[in-house]
């Protein structure tokens, strides 16, 4: 018999777990993330948008991975529909690292920009005035994924010398609407234009159709490991439709097919390593060789048997790249950055 709680609301006992299915086999998962002992919450103001963002202390010295002599501070730029889950097994894998992951305005729980369109030059706005409430100084690294990698780029292309090194995850070297992939993108648009012009409730709905986010799930991840796979579709189930409303969602995908890594490469002076998926079909291995050559100072490192969910799929080999990279160019007076509350 249930209980009223509070504030008058029924309570009914929690039944025990039903057993797994093959229809809702994408609800549960074996796969767990455990950084409770370093995850903190805090919130800032940006141009009067509240933003979210998480911060993960370094753990001591002597731990897997720690490979970096001194503790350094790498802020994360998350993906286009994602949010700061989607880097934490990565992040799992840096213990001696501090990482900052902010929700991108829009995004996760994060607010919408204010008076100002979601694109890559805004967003570049929104990191520079981030970097300046937290007190992120030039000793700084940096880290995009995907669309990650666009907004951080062209950061970097703006304000040179504001971070010490960049890491591009899944970089997206080329246009989205061009080569063998580029119909999809299209109908990708076509589907973010329709929804935005629907009615709201018939947009939304789209928008979050469980069925299109279970597609696009299975459709990216190569992982035949069951366990994994189920991982990656409860993250996505979760958290891909927390986007505050349908304009921004279409200014921020138009960004992210129309922006690319290589429309700055040449101004990247600064250490970049590349972090790219043998199989990825979004950001293809071809591109990434291409974007190489133009980079001043780059290196290359290719994940096999994955493609565009290295940071869901491949954490381990993922953070070894950064480690290594990192352990090349020791920081030995890194500033620990201040936060706000």
Do not use: C
């Not at 994924?145 to 304000?159: C, R």
């Not at 159709?209 to 190569?222: C, N, R």
């Not at 035949?224 to 189930?237: E, G, N, S, V």
């Amino acid at each position: 018999m249930g209980k009223v709680d509070e504030q008058g609301r029924l309570t009914t006992p929690a039944a025990p777990p039903a057993p797994r299915s093959e229809t809702d086999g994408f609800s549960l998962t074996d796969i767990t993330v455990d950084l409770d002992a370093r995850r903190s919450r805090h919130t800032v103001t940006i141009r009067g948008a509240r933003i979210d963002y998480w911060q993960y202390s370094a753990a001591p010295t002597g731990t897997q991975l720690t490979a970096v002599q001194e503790p350094r501070t790498l802020l994360v730029v998350h993906g286009f529909r994602g949010d700061h889950h989607g880097l934490e097994r990565v992040v799992e894998q840096l213990p001696g690292v501090r990482v900052i992951m902010p929700d991108l305005p829009g995004f996760g729980t994060s607010a919408a920009l204010i008076d100002a369109p979601h694109d890559v030059p805004s967003y570049g706005r929104f990191l520079a005035d981030f970097m300046a409430a937290l007190d992120l100084g030039p000793g700084t690294v940096l880290l995009g994924h995907s669309f990650g990698s666009i907004v951080a780029s062209h950061f970097v292309a703006e304000h040179p010398g504001k971070v010490r090194e960049l890491i591009l995850i899944n970089p997206i070297a080329a246009p989205a609407l061009e080569g063998p992939k580029g119909i999809l993108s299209k109908l990708a648009e076509f589907y973010y234009l329709a929804s935005a012009r629907l009615p709201a409730r018939a947009g939304n709905a789209l928008l979050r159709s469980k069925t299109i986010v279970h597609l696009m799930s299975v459709t990216m991840a190569k992982t035949k490991d069951q366990a994994l796979l189920r991982f990656i579709h409860q993250q996505h189930h979760a958290y891909f439709s927390l986007f505050a409303d349908r304009g921004m969602l279409l200014q921020s995908f138009r960004a992210s097919v129309g922006g690319t890594v290589r429309q700055v490469a040449s101004q990247l002076t600064l250490p970049v390593l590349l972090i790219a998926g043998a199989e990825d079909e979004i950001a293809t291995l071809p591109t990434q060789y291409k974007l190489l050559e133009l980079l001043p100072d780059a290196k290359l490192v290719v994940i096999p048997a994955v493609g565009h969910l290295i940071h869901y799929e491949t954490p381990v080999p993922a953070a070894g790249a950064i480690v290594a990279f990192l352990a090349q160019r020791p920081e030995s007076s890194a500033a620990q950055p201040g936060q706000s509350a």
